[in-house]
């Protein structure tokens, strides 16, 4: 479901999401799994561009990942698709979440490691 591409970074670890869906039968094991990734002061950036479709379900889990992070500068969605920025969008959560086109565009954000 999400899996850990990148854990020896120092500032930053990138998560991507291998399932196309993240809705009410799999936002549990979503959440679970990001929410064990999650430390203080490390940003993490969400690789979403496998995923196709999202449900409320799916977008609480993104909202309690931000909230347990404290900081929306510490969680960037990067790759999202048309309906996924849309739905941002349509709930105002687009000026809340931190996104970028993709990955690389995701690495500028955060910076040269130190």
């Given at each position: 479901?999400?899996?850990?591409?990148?854990?020896?970074?120092?500032?930053?670890?990138?998560?991507k999401v291998e399932s196309s869906v993240i809705d009410s039968t799999n936002f549990s094991e979503f959440k679970l799994g990001l929410m064990?990734?999650?430390?203080?002061d490390e940003t993490i950036i969400l690789n979403l561009e496998n995923v196709n479709f999202v449900d409320s379900s799916g977008l609480g889990a993104l909202?309690?990942?931000?909230k347990a992070v404290g900081n929306?500068?510490?969680?960037?969605l990067c790759g999202l698709n048309e309906q996924i920025i849309s739905l941002l969008e349509l709930t105002c959560l687009d000026k809340v979440f931190k996104t970028t086109k993709?990955?690389?565009?995701?690495?500028?954000?955060v910076?040269?490691?130190?």
């Open positions: 479901m999400l899996k850990l591409v990148d854990s020896k970074l120092k500032r930053y670890k990138l998560l064990k990734e999650l430390r203080p909202i309690s990942g931000l929306p500068e510490l969680l960037i993709d990955y690389q565009d995701a690495l500028e954000e910076g040269p490691r130190p």
